[in-house]
């Protein structure tokens, strides 16, 4: 070789290879950008100059109401879940081209808030009733004003928009004063009554609680088979009845045995059959170990299907049926209560009631009638003829009977201070003693069973009659009809939480609305102490009003009885309300004052957003309020979310030690990581969540990124004036267009039905399988080392600007920072420093829309499928250490196939060298791929030299005298490169 070629060949053609550049970086650094990129956001006032640009352009509005979380601690992944869906409905919203509303709020009142102000108050030494009220509600207002702020920079920081400065808080005098009012529309129309019945009460809390408001756990309760003698009966005729009625018992069955002294009637069902049954043998005292309760001879009556369990249960070991008892004669038994041997208090006949809702599914066929303390025990009761006033109190709000309670005054139900808060008192254990005294327990034991507990305390609760306030579901003008047509009009994500909300709508009771504590929004109303009845003067509401803007809930309690009464009315003649409203009927309210009649808003708001559990939490509350008060739902839909598990599936507890905190996964990943993964999530389930599946997020997250950051290097210095017409593309580029165009139609159809996954995971493997594997890698020789003149080249670039815009914007509301990110640097050499939520999704062009090319594109990556499987057999087996080393013969059999081929530069698609396709019988020993027997492969090995720029191997390389080492495509764009560099 001569000097001069020894020259030539030394060149290092590296700066003339048109490489990916681009600053933006491969490590994304999203802990610390992440901050630096929400304070650019905060001083541009983002949120609200996108609002304001959608406003002057005319764009339609969407209304996101958002559910107020507890101010109360630090945020946690459920929260996490909860905000960042929510910003994706924003995001995803101006996306599309609408102005977006969304006001976040926070729920202050309640009893959480309370709890932590009564420890605080104990830790200074002071018990809550030696604090004054309005101190104790100052400490309250400002507990949770201090956990607002706290919220409110970590809800920001994960990425959320909204109206962050004029949030709404059910606490602020306004919001006080509003819910004051819808409270009064209540009030008004007479749906709104005060009654005496048994509702569940929390003794550890001291407060009535709303269904919404119980959550079940499995718990162990005692069980007990007591005797109620029959007295006497209206036997008629039946002669044999009495015959072997009298000296018989009734025999009950309950879970309750401390609700025995409350008990005033027995029921039964007519329909069920009940039959006397007598002992004739019992187990022995050796056997058991205890003299059983049981006796040769007792005659017991009970329910026929459940005679062996009752009798077995009691140590029977034998036992006759005597006769059975018709409905007509039970319903004419007096029966005496079991412990009124015992004391006179319990000497008054016990009668026997018919209802529906005794079965013989278990038990004893009967069932213990306490109408103080069962909404079925207290229907039944009423049904009857008897009167409120014959319902016993048997127990006071600390869960202990009442002095006047015979035999068992002062005994706990359940106990409420000390380390045994929460737990069983000594009521069940004494009442068992005292019925084994009366002899007329028959047995007793123990069942674990679903019982009732506070949500908040997680304490048990009881049936306990109180005068509470309602707001009635049925009668004229029905809450009830309203609200299920209104559920039947509203579109549920997903469609199940139709059923589910209407299911409870359907069956649920009275909304209690009154609460026995003290921080919150007050029932603000006066009783007539004459007539019991509620004060109706819209004069009266209207002072009320007045105070309560000026002053919060406190001035209701504070202030005057005559300020608000005024010269009408004589405040000696009315009762000042002093309850609270039921939390949920103040963030029921939250659509009254946070979106209706404002400017900038629009009432009923477009969409509601919580976890699942708000069927009976918020979504009903708001239902109910609304149609209450405005004949319809303050939403149009509604979707739901589940809750967040380990990565085991099992439910989060510090405890534990299996919980994920955001704000850890913030610090060492990037809060862009949990926005990937809520996105990731079917959020319609439970979702889960742990170091793995976190790192398993990285990992998709890593490969969206280095898309975004090798189109953005590709496309670098590109301009409009490089790009290519549609119609002079090549085969591939249109191929790639029409992807874009069927995807974007997905990723519109998902965003409108709130499927995040449905946008992320096609567009992610789009990035992975048609993007990176195929059309990256099959122009990337185009790219790298056409000319720039080249049409390939520029309709590839084209296609790659196209590519890198519509990413960034159908993955702008899930991966915002980073989309952001790109978008700036992409701006940065174009003059455009405005952020990219100011961008729109834009409709793509309907030319790119080329079945054809798809149809196409089909079979030619079929043939690829089958080269690239053949020159992998060849590179284990070291035949080739590069596909750029083989020159393979491609032989099809299929007509459509090698059509599809025509045109097309079939060494650049298998990233060869070389190819050749024929139409000649493969030979027997070439390779093919199961189930493809029309397409085989003859490997060949690349003739000619390497070429010293793009590697390869060609006959022509060395045939420009100018470049002795390149092929002719490679030589032709080198000295177009030394033209524009020289000198």
């Known amino acids: 070789m001569s000097d001069s070629n020894a020259s030539v060949t030394a060149r290092d053609y590296r700066e003339t290879v048109f490489l990916p550049e681009t600053d933006f970086p491969m490590r994304a650094g999203l802990p610390k950008a992440e901050p630096e990129m929400l304070k650019k956001w905060e001083e541009a006032d983002l949120y609200h100059a996108v609002r304001k640009a959608r406003q002057a352009a005319g764009a339609p509005l969407f209304v996101l109401h958002d559910g107020p979380p507890y101010a109360n601690g630090n945020i946690h992944i459920g929260h996490a879940l909860n905000k960042i869906l929510k910003d994706f409905v924003v995001r995803s919203k101006f996306l599309t081209g609408h102005d977006v509303d969304y006001v976040p709020g926070w729920d202050c009142h309640g009893l959480p808030i309370e709890w932590k102000i009564e420890e605080e108050f104990r830790a200074k030494g002071r018990k809550k009733d030696e604090v004054p009220a309005a101190e104790f509600r100052k400490a309250c207002r400002e507990y949770a004003a201090k956990w607002i702020e706290s919220q409110r920079e970590e809800f920001k920081r994960l990425g959320v928009l909204g109206e962050w400065q004029n949030r709404y808080a059910t606490m602020d005098f306004t919001t006080e004063a509003k819910v004051t009012a819808e409270f009064h529309k209540f009030l008004m129309s007479g749906q709104l009554y005060r009654g005496s019945k048994p509702v569940m009460w929390s003794p550890v809390e001291r407060t009535a609680l709303a269904d919404a408001e119980i959550e079940y756990h499995p718990h162990v309760s005692p069980t007990i088979w007591v005797k109620f003698p029959i007295q006497a009966g209206d036997w008629g005729d039946a002669s044999e009845a009495y015959e072997h009625l009298h000296g018989a018992s009734v025999v009950i069955w309950t879970t309750t045995p401390w609700t025995i002294p409350a008990n005033r009637a027995v029921s039964f069902n007519p329909k069920v059959a009940y039959f006397v049954y007598e002992v004739t043998d019992v187990k022995s005292e050796e056997d058991l170990g205890f003299a059983p309760w049981v006796k040769v001879g007792d005659k017991l009556v009970v329910a026929e299907k459940l005679a062996e369990s009752v009798l077995l249960a009691a140590n029977a070991k034998s036992w006759k049926q005597v006769v059975d008892v018709p409905a007509e004669v039970l319903s004419g038994l007096r029966l005496s209560h079991p412990l009124a041997a015992l004391d006179a208090g319990y000497g008054f006949d016990v009668p026997m009631l018919a209802g529906d ?122 809450l009830r009809d309203k609200a299920m047509a209104a559920i039947a009009d509203t579109a549920f994500y997903p469609d199940q939480g139709r059923n589910r909300i209407g299911g409870m709508v359907e069956t649920r009771p009275d909304w209690l609305i009154s609460r026995q504590r003290n921080w919150g929004t007050p029932l603000a109303m006066f009783v007539d102490k004459k007539t019991g009845e509620p004060l109706k003067d819209e004069a009266v509401n209207e002072r009320i009003i007045k105070y309560i803007t000026d002053g919060g809930a406190d001035a209701w309690f504070t202030r005057p009885d005559a300020d608000f009464l005024g010269n009408g009315h004589n405040p000696d003649d009315y009762e000042k309300v002093t309850d609270i409203l039921d939390v949920w009927f103040d963030s029921g309210c939250t659509h009254a004052f946070t979106i209706e009649d404002r400017a900038d808003s629009h009432w009923p708001a477009d969409l509601y957003l919580e976890g699942s559990d708000q069927h009976r939490g918020w979504f009903q509350s708001s239902l109910l309020e609304s149609c209450g008060t405005r004949g319809r739902a303050p939403y149009n839909a509604v979707l739901t979310h589940g809750f967040v598990l380990d990565e085991n599936g099992e439910k989060m507890s510090k405890s534990k030690g299996n919980t994920t905190a955001p704000q850890d996964v913030a610090k060492e990943s990037g809060v862009e990581i949990l926005r990937l993964w809520v996105a990731f999530a079917d959020y319609s389930e439970d979702l889960r969540i742990g170091k793995q599946i976190i790192q398993t997020t990285v990992d998709a997250y890593r490969k969206l990124r280095n898309t975004i950051r090798y189109l953005l290097g590709a496309i670098h210095g590109f301009t409009e004036a490089e790009a290519v017409d549609y119609a002079d593309m090549p085969s591939l580029e249109r191929y790639i267009l029409n992807e874009v165009y069927t995807l974007d139609a997905k990723v519109r159809a998902a965003y409108e039905v709130y499927d995040f996954a449905a946008v992320v995971r096609p567009v992610a493997d789009f990035c992975i399988q048609t993007l990176s594997a195929l059309y990256f890698d099959i122009r990337k020789d185009s790219l790298y080392c056409d000319a720039p003149s080249s049409l390939k080249r520029r309709a590839c670039r084209a296609v790659m600007n196209i590519l890198f815009e519509r990413l960034t914007l159908w993955l702008a509301p899930i991966l915002t920072f980073t989309c952001e990110e790109a978008w700036l640097s992409y701006g940065a050499s174009r003059g455009n420093d405005k952020a990219n939520l100011f961008r729109v999704l834009e409709d793509v062009p309907t030319e790119w829309h080329n079945l054809a090319e798809h149809d196409r594109w089909q079979k030619i990556e079929t043939v690829l499928s089958v080269v690239t499987a053949a020159l992998e057999e060849k590179r284990r087996d070291k035949v080739i250490g590069s596909a750029l080393e083989a020159a393979p013969v491609v032989h099809i059999a299929d007509g459509a196939t090698w059509e599809a081929m025509q045109g097309i530069d079939a060494a650049e698609v298998f990233r060869t060298s070389q190819a050749t396709l024929s139409l000649d019988p493969a030979p027997a020993d070439s390779f093919k791929l199961e189930g493809l027997a029309m397409i085989a492969v003859v490997f060949a090995r690349a003739e000619g030299r390497k070429c010293a720029r793009s590697w390869r191997i060609l006959p022509e390389v060395g045939s420009d005298p100018r470049y002795p080492d390149l092929s002719l495509r490679d030589a032709e764009a080198v000295a177009a490169y030394d033209e524009t560099h020289a000198g």
């Open 357 to 478: 809702h005794v079965t013989d599914d278990a038990g004893t066929g009967f069932v213990h009638t306490a109408p103080g303390h069962g909404a079925d025990d207290y229907l039944v009761w009423l049904k009857s003829g008897r009167s409120l006033d014959s319902i016993p109190d048997t127990v006071d709000p600390d869960g202990a009977y009442y002095p006047h309670v015979p035999l068992f005054a002062g005994l706990k139900v359940l106990e409420t201070e000390g380390k045994k808060a929460g737990k069983f008192g000594d009521a069940n254990p004494t009442v068992m003693n005292k019925l084994i005294e009366a002899g007329n327990l028959l047995a007793r034991g123990r069942v674990e069973h679903s019982y009732p507990h506070s949500w908040r305390s997680k304490a048990p609760v009881i049936f306990r009659n109180t005068p509470q306030w309602f707001i009635r579901m049925d009668g004229d003008d029905s």
